[in-house]
């Protein structure tokens, strides 16, 4: 069965510092992977996707996501954090065509001044 | 163009009513879903809709049914509401061109 892991439940970073969210999936086929950001009260908003290609993805608001299969992994790094990216992110894996994703538990970002 | 449009915002129930939840999206996607999304659980899936006129269950689907009423709509029902259902509860739809989920901006119901 696919699984996503999050470790990180809670994350502080200063505003300017980088950062690094962390993902692990388990997935018996090649996954479709994807990162979300949910600003309080929000729904769910598409930051990036990978389905192939360039293991290096580029997203909207300055992220970007690094898939590794040998790790499993596919985290979230931005080199800048701004007070405006404090929210919550889940990283969730699917499959071409299959019906649903499978979401990670998220991780809560809070920016301090 | 307004995407997943969800209603209402906010419920609140009492134990044993029962209640619909609307989702409509105007992308021309055909397989739409409903998750609900607990604190520390990410988000679950109760039912998804491949194509008009199609349902099948999802991962926590007990004390749900839903209704695809055309290739815009799709419903999520609580006949009965207890307790264990509050929670947030979103709609998506999936562009199968580039095989992405787009959310909804959730209802918040609570049963007490």
């Known amino acids: 069965a696919q699984s996503v892991t999050q470790p990180d439940i809670h994350i502080t970073v200063s505003e300017g510092a980088s950062l690094e969210l962390r993902c692990n999936y388990s997935y018996g086929a090649t996954p479709y992977l994807f990162w979300y950001v949910q600003s309080p009260g929000q729904g769910l908003q598409l930051l990036l996707k990978y389905f192939s290609g360039d293991t290096l993805v580029q997203g909207i608001k300055g992220f970007e996501a690094e898939f590794k299969r040998s790790q499993s992994s596919f985290n979230l790094r931005k080199p800048s954090v701004h007070w405006s990216d404090a929210a919550e992110y889940f990283c969730a894996v699917g499959a071409k065509g299959r019906r649903a994703l499978t979401f990670g538990s998220g991780t809560r970002l809070q920016v301090q001044p | 163009n307004a995407g997943v449009t969800q209603t209402p915002k906010f419920q609140v129930l009492k134990t044993g009513q029962s209640m619909t939840l609307q989702c409509a999206q105007d992308?021309?996607?055909?397989?739409m879903y409903w998750y609900r999304q607990d604190p520390g659980m990410g988000l679950r899936l109760i039912y998804y809709?491949?194509?008009?006129?199609?349902?099948d269950k999802g991962e926590v689907p007990n004390g749900y049914n839903v209704s695809r009423l055309n290739k815009r709509e799709f419903s999520l029902r609580l006949e009965s509401a207890a307790p264990s259902q509050t929670s947030v509860y979103f709609c998506?739809?999936?562009?199968?061109?580039?095989?992405?989920?787009?959310f909804g901006p959730g209802t918040r119901l609570t049963v007490l």
């Open positions: 998506a739809s999936r562009d199968r061109v580039g095989d992405t989920q787009y």
């Open positions: 992308m021309n996607h055909n397989s």
């Open positions: 809709s491949a194509s008009e006129g199609t349902t």
